[in-house]
């Protein structure tokens, strides 16, 4: 059974940046194309960023462009999100999630695994 823990979450100054890791156990080839979602209160859960098991990256969320990339680490085993110049508005609960399927095409429900969430609070 795969599982998802993220990490890096916390409170962070506007115009800051934090890095959030997404570690996989027991590694999965099969379940490797990583989403990073969020869900800011009273909010509907939006897609941030998507890498695909070859490494083919997505955007989600225009709002991010530019500030947030994606990345995989040399064992495959953990996915980040680096976030940078951070605003207020991107205060929500971040999660990544894992699927069987090669690409980061469809919606939020093809990703039958997700971690836990990390708080990420942008405020001064």
């Known amino acids: 059974q795969l599982q998802l823990v993220e990490s890096g979450g916390g409170l962070v100054q506007p115009g800051g940046s934090l890095r959030l890791s997404c570690a996989m156990s027991?590694?999965?080839?099969?379940?490797?194309?990583i989403g990073w979602f969020r869900q800011a209160p009273g909010k509907e859960r939006e897609g941030v960023l998507c890498?695909?098991?070859?490494?083919?990256?997505?955007n989600y969320a225009d709002s991010v462009k530019g500030r947030f990339t994606i990345s995989r680490d040399g064992a495959r085993n953990t996915v980040f999100l680096q976030m940078n110049s951070l605003k207020p508005e991107d205060t929500a609960v971040y999660y990544c999630?894992?699927?069987?399927?090669?690409?980061?095409?469809?919606?939020?429900?093809?990703?039958?695994?997700w971690g836990q969430g990390t708080q990420v609070t942008v405020s001064s």
């Open positions: 999630a894992a699927r069987g399927i090669a690409d980061c095409s469809g919606t939020t429900s093809t990703y039958p695994i």
């Open positions: 027991p590694f999965r080839f099969g379940l490797s194309t």
């Open positions: 890498i695909a098991r070859s490494g083919t990256i997505t």
